[in-house]
């Protein structure tokens, strides 16, 4: 399993799409075993959530997200948590436990 948190400064960020990197954990009998920051690409309609999948991502947290993101996303069987705030490894770590979930935060900009 791999989960992608949008972040800047190790904190999760409001808007998915304009995220300055995606923090991408490792996960392996619930258990975080690698850890690993990817840079945002570029915010460009239906391009984020197919290059997080292409890199094996299942889960993807963030403040918020549009719904056309999310819709792709849920296309293509990863799951969704918006609405999630704070430290980036805290919220991959309170998902694990299932302490974390979304409460649908959705953007409103493109």
Same mark, same amino acid.
């Given at each position: 399993?791999?989960?992608?948190?949008?972040?800047?400064?190790?904190?999760?960020?409001?808007?998915? $799409?304009?995220?300055?990197? &995606?923090?991408?954990?490792? *996960? =392996?009998?619930?258990?975080?075993? @690698?850890?690993?920051?990817?840079?945002?690409?570029?915010?460009?309609?239906?391009?984020?959530?197919?290059?997080?999948?292409?890199?094996?991502?299942?889960?993807?947290?963030?403040?918020?997200?549009?719904? $056309?993101?999310?819709?792709? &996303?849920?296309?293509?069987? *990863? =799951?969704?948590?918006?609405?999630? @705030?704070?430290?980036?490894?805290?919220?991959?770590?309170?998902?694990?436990?299932?302490?974390?979930?979304?409460?649908?935060?959705?953007?409103?900009?493109?």
């Amino acid at each position: 399993m791999k989960i992608a948190v949008a972040c800047e400064n190790d904190m999760i960020t409001d808007h998915f $799409g304009h995220c300055e990197y &995606f923090h991408i954990f490792e *996960i =392996e009998n619930r258990i975080i075993m @690698k850890s690993q920051s990817i840079p945002n690409p570029g915010h460009k309609p239906g391009f984020l959530p197919k290059f997080l999948n292409d890199l094996g991502v299942t889960v993807v947290i963030s403040g918020g997200m549009g719904s $056309g993101a999310m819709d792709i &996303f849920y296309e293509n069987g *990863i =799951e969704v948590i918006v609405g999630a @705030k704070g430290p980036v490894r805290a919220a991959a770590e309170q998902y694990l436990q299932g302490k974390l979930k979304s409460i649908g935060s959705i953007c409103q900009e493109d």
